[in-house]
């Protein structure tokens, strides 16, 4: 079981990215998927999850209108996209399996930074 994240990235304000993660080792499409970030000195603040079908869409209140989530079940890839990003969106974004309150597969993270 694994999930690699991709597309992080220095970006400045207002600037775009979006993140991937590919994931291996499991039936992708029966799992909702999340990200999950930690800024730097900070605790793990959730970000988005969605579910198994892209329905079940769900944001933190600090991302809400800027970041969307989708997947593509095809591709065994769940994605983030990064819009209007502000200097307080810096931190190591992991992609997570499961949806909001329950992750039991991390990967190593992708480091966004926002300058």
């Known amino acids: 079981v694994q999930l690699v994240e991709s597309g992080g990235d220095l970006v400045q304000p207002g600037g775009s990215l979006r993140l991937s993660c590919a994931a291996s080792g499991f039936t992708f499409n029966t799992h909702a998927m999340s990200w999950i970030r930690q800024a730097p000195g900070k605790g793990l603040e959730y970000v988005a999850s969605t579910g198994s079908d892209n329905t079940n869409i769900y944001y933190g209140a600090s991302v809400k209108g800027r970041l969307t989530i989708s997947r593509d079940n095809a591709k065994n890839t769940v994605y983030l996209q990064m819009n209007s990003l502000k200097s307080e969106d810096t931190a190591l974004y992991y992609c997570?399996?499961?949806?909001?309150?329950?992750?039991?597969?991390w990967g190593q993270g992708t480091q966004v930074t926002v300058s």
């Open positions: 997570t399996r499961g949806g909001r309150g329950f992750w039991d597969v």
